[in-house]
């Protein structure tokens, strides 16, 4: 329906504003709506005031504080990845048809700022709405019912959680079960990713799946004019050309219900829908928007599906059930099938600590092979949901390399300058990050753990995720000493060299002097999603490139999920079989030579 008059509308807006109001609720957290607010979004006082609900004189404190101003604003680097942010509400992102969004909520809108100007962007509601055979399911502001404000429900205000990396991400519970959520995350300088999930928590099957993402041009300089002669729509692509013809905003979702575009507000659509989710079940759909210059739209547009962005995305391992758990680090004596808090008796008293796993079938007397394990960094929250403690005990890979059998498994920990402590970031401590007690601390735990529990030291393989795929060759191959400890190696995503990280010693250079360490000895290098794009392909790009660093017996795998995270070893599936073969066949004794005669 629609309101009587303008004015009844602009009360209407004003109230909503108010109720949206956010406090922060931190110094952090006012500091970085303030920078967003008044270097980004232009924003005045009263719009300040409105989306956080403080008083002048408390906006007027704060900024001073922070010596936040206009003028204050740090320069965007040439090149930088586009510039995504939470919208912050307190300024509806509708030129028109206001009375179709009152309540605008602010938890599912974002900003995406234009690469050719620092002052326009546009407003992606990410999502708008949720329809299902339910009927309305969830709405981003009040304009009709949904099935719960036809209860009566009110669903609780939420915020994106800023992840790195510019990343955005939410997620929502319905009270009926349904889960919800969308991620954003910059794509180069001038594009930006994005998902929406569902899971369907319900006891029934959910069809007729689709949702409403809307892209609002109010703030985009010369592209504000409430015409649909501006608009490109070839599903799934929805577009808008500026007044000099020679720019263009672009939007497009696969799989997708319809492109469309609405003068008044005025905004963009390419609207995706689901397949029917059964209980249980999770549906996904993914989007992208850019930022072009240029005048032949639909030759961009070919161009754009000659990238194969529309393909299927590469799984998430959520969507696959674990058949592993990885068992829980508990104080006590070590015991088959028990993961344990260890210390070796030179660090007693202090807080390096490892975590040491005896396999189910562990006998005393016995032969076993070792796999060592080092972790990520931590924390870490990444934007597929992957987490990172950088702990011993958060590492998940030696055990499901070896489903807990026959393998010994010592996950290590990286060492402060003092060797008194375990560190989650990198190793030693900034800006030297020395790796010296991080290698002496490996070197003794892994003769220690051999000689006390049966642990063969011929058939002892290094493997770690991120921070400790590279420690396989930054830690692993640091010196001549502790690279002899090794007969294989697993590295998950990164590898020493192919960038540097910034602490001493990660160039290509000295990387290239450890690689020569290796001598031969394999090395099972896996990736994040298929054989092409990401870590797996620039390290094979890096490899490739260093000729005469020795002889390599080099294995790329990828593991066939999306997922920056050791956890879709505990799953099942293709991936982990070969990397099981791998290491079967790494630790096999090698086979008996001839006589000589």
């Not at 910059?186 to 998902?195: D, K, N, R, Y």
């Amino acid at each position: 329906m629609r309101f009587a008059g303008t004015a009844l509308i602009a009360l209407l807006v004003a109230a909503a504003h108010a109720e949206q109001s956010r406090a922060p609720g931190s110094d952090p957290d006012l500091r970085f709506w303030l920078e967003n607010m008044v270097w980004h979004h232009g924003y005045g006082r009263g719009e300040i005031e409105s989306a956080t609900g403080l008083a002048a004189d408390e906006v007027q404190s704060a900024l001073e504080r922070f010596g936040i101003r206009p003028e204050t604003k740090p320069p965007r680097a040439e090149g930088a990845p586009l510039l995504v942010l939470p919208y912050p509400g307190g300024r509806h992102p509708r030129v028109g048809f206001l009375d179709g969004a009152v309540d605008p909520q602010r938890e599912t809108k974002l900003s995406a700022f234009a690469p050719w100007d620092a002052s326009s962007y546009a407003v992606v509601d990410l999502p708008e709405a949720i329809w299902s055979n339910l009927g309305l399911t969830y709405l981003a502001h009040t304009h009709i019912d949904t099935i719960w404000s036809a209860r009566g429900v009110e669903l609780e205000a939420l915020e994106w959680d800023r992840g790195p990396g510019r990343t955005l991400r939410f997620e929502r519970a319905l009270p009926n079960g349904i889960r919800f959520g969308a991620w954003a995350s910059p794509l180069g300088a001038s594009g930006l990713s994005m998902e929406l999930w569902l899971h369907n928590g319900t006891g029934e099957a959910l069809t007729d799946l689709r949702a409403q993402t809307c892209v609002m041009l109010k703030a985009m300089a010369g592209f504000a004019a409430q015409t649909a002669d501006n608009k490109v729509l070839r599903a799934p692509y929805a577009a808008c050309r500026d007044e000099s013809g020679r720019r263009w905003v672009i939007t497009a979702w696969e799989p997708v219900h319809r492109a469309w575009q609405n003068p008044p507000v005025p905004c963009l659509h390419s609207d995706p829908e689901f397949p029917d989710c059964p209980p249980a079940g999770t549906v996904r759909a993914h989007g992208r928007l850019w930022f072009w210059e240029g005048e032949d739209i639909e030759a961009e547009l070919g161009r754009l599906d000659a990238t194969g962005w529309r393909e299927a995305q590469v799984p998430d391992i959520r969507e696959a059930e674990p058949d592993l758990t990885a068992p829980p680090m508990v104080d006590g004596e070590p015991a088959p099938g028990r993961r344990v808090r260890a210390v070796l008796p030179s660090h007693a008293g202090t807080g390096v600590y490892h975590a040491l796993y005896l396999p189910s079938d562990w006998t005393p007397g016995g032969n076993h092979p070792v796999l060592v394990e080092f972790a990520g960094n931590g924390p870490y929250r990444g934007p597929h949901g992957e987490i990172s403690s950088g702990r011993p005990e958060g590492s998940a890979l030696g055990y499901g390399l070896s489903a807990g059998r026959g393998c010994v498994w010592l996950c290590l920990p990286y060492l402060n300058a003092a060797g008194d402590a375990n560190v989650t970031q990198w190793w030693g401590d900034p800006p030297g990050h020395d790796p010296a007690p991080t290698v002496a601390y490996a070197k003794a735990a892994v003769r220690a753990v051999c000689g006390r529990y049966g642990g063969d030291p011929d058939r002892v393989v290094l493997c770690g995720f991120s921070r400790g795929a590279i420690a396989c060759n930054f830690i692993g191959l640091h010196d001549d000493e502790i690279a002899g400890l090794w007969c294989g190696f697993a590295a998950f995503s990164h590898y020493d060299g192919v960038r540097d990280w910034g602490y001493p010693g990660a160039g290509r250079g000295p990387a290239v002097e450890r690689l020569r360490r290796l001598g031969g000895r394999p090395q099972l290098i896996m990736g994040e999603g298929r054989r092409e794009g990401g870590n797996l392909s620039a390290t094979a790009r890096y490899l490739d490139g260093i000729p005469g660093a020795g002889p390599r017996s080099l294995t790329f795998l990828p593991t066939g999920f999306r997922n920056h995270d050791d956890a879709w070893i505990l799953r099942p599936g293709a991936a982990r079989e070969a990397a099981r073969a791998w290491l079967a066949e790494t630790l096999a004794p090698a086979p008996a030579q001839p006589p000589l005669h």
